[in-house]
């Protein structure tokens, strides 16, 4: 039974990020800490209740295509009725829509609970999220008069459609055509990969669907974006007929099973019925902003699932009596999770899922600041920690997200491997996550060839710096944390090199540096990682007394596992960053 990790949330949000301090912005006046604890409490009954019993049921019996339409997953249908009377799809969006105004970090914190507990079912609301927050900032009065409500309120859901079969993540490819007609065009292409692009839990949905205006140029500069509705909406807000929008089928997968992942064609008859998003030809920026909410909740989705897989690890490794571990009396035999090992790879997947979890949550902190801050200063600076690590928070927590379930069927031993346990399941679930929104190369580039390159590495200098700077003050007494104190600056020290080496890439030979990418944005992440575990320890040394000892203890010890067993990565990373590249630009496609 999936545990809400309640007690570690409220540690990240009160006293690692102090989340309350944004009341202090007037669009967060009435956020507190007081509010943040009945949300996350509300959300974890909801996500063990509700969500976690349909999780296992989901994967086996999955959803349904027919000709007519996708059939989500048994049970399904009822939990989102409970989740849309529950007031979710409200929280974070505009109060002017039917919103709840609480900040983007507390919404990310809640999310973890839901990809924990059933990440088939929460990647219908995160689209839609996405969906809205897109159509809050680009779409015309109109538009968001007729969609926002409905689909804030959870009544319509909405989507996400970009791909198509011969594009894949390359968009300057797109051939989905539309054709004006009138102040609308019709829409006609087919797109792959649409995630819960079609199900029966709404009455509508809203497809924000990229195509090329007839006549536009080549590339990405030729892309515009649409809204298209499954139903059309009539001027009074009810709904009217069918669009000629259609699933043909839906994909076979590795993973999330329950999730329908839909082939659509547009424009079969007369054409798909779409509206134009603000300005022709600026698709993909508007897109972007769908594209950069869902990285970072997918992020999340990637340390979530691994949290999932670390609780039915230790549960087994509780439970499960074999072999007698070192200092045991002869003849007896004791729960593996006293074998060293055992505890190691525990140790691992926890370690590593509360510095993913710090580091997307102090991610998601930096657009409240951004969007909110009273201080321009604040703003701008703040808007630039959050675009730099966004890459590095979807990138570097999904594939700790896989490594971590990977490491739970190992504790499970062979019945790791028997579909019954569980445990197979996280594999599959999580590993679609260092894929869908961008591949860990594609966000590895996108953190080197446009957050670093354009202002020549200013922002991630000053970020080392600030890093540097604040473990270089803290101070506790307790020798755990001193250790993870001394490991994380000298990862920051190897980050601060090898960043060096990757500029000088940049400036004279560029596929040096994409070479070498990933190993980078996998140093930033774990660098960071280090930097939220050490001063979490620094918090949790100096609070160590009370009702609280045992989890503030835990707090400094597995800060300490981290520096000794998981950040020594940094050096082989950093190695490979500086020295690496070469290896791979001169090696022949021929002989590989």
Known sequence: MYRAPLREMRFVLEELLRAGTLSGCPHFAEYSDELGRAVLEEAAHFAEDVLDPLNRPGDIEGARWTPEGVHAAPGFRAAYEQF???????????????GQAVPRVLVSAVGEFWGSANLAFKLGPMLTHGAVRALE???????????LPKMVSGEWSGTMVLTEPQAGSDLGQVRTRAVPDGDRYRLSGQKIFITWGDHDLTANTIHMVLARIEGAPSGVKGISLFVVPKVLV??????GER????????EHKLG???SPTCVLAFGEKAGAVG???GEPGRGLEYMFIMMNSARLSVGSEGYSVGERALQRAADWARTRVQGRPPGAERGSAAPIINHPDVKRMLLTMKSQIEASRA??????????????????????????????LTPVVKGWCTEVGNEVAGIGVQVHGGMGFIE????AQYVRDVRITTIYEGTTGIQANDLIGRKIARDRGAAVGVFISEMQRELESLAAADPAFEAIRRAALEGVALLARATQSLGRALATRPELALAVSVPYLKLCGYVAGGWLLARSAALAAAAAGGADREFYAAKVHTAGFYGAQVLPNAVALARVVESGAASVVETDAALI
């Open 84 to 98: 849309v009377a529950g007031g979710w799809p409200a929280l974070g969006a505009e109060p002017e829509y039917g």
């Open 137 to 147: 900032l680009t779409g015309s009065a109109v538009q968001k008069a007729t969609y």
């Open 234 to 239: 009539n001027a009074d807000g009810s709904l």
């Open 243 to 250: 669009n000629d929008v259609r699933c043909l089928s839906i």
């Open 256 to 258: 999330i099973n329950a």
């Open 275 to 277: 509206y134009l998003v």
């Open 359 to 388: 580091l997307t949550l102090y991610t998601a902190m930096q657009f409240d600041l951004a969007a909110a801050s009273p201080d321009a200063a604040v703003r701008a600076a703040s808007q630039a920690r959050g675009e730099l």
């Open 420 to 423: 019954e346990t569980g445990a």
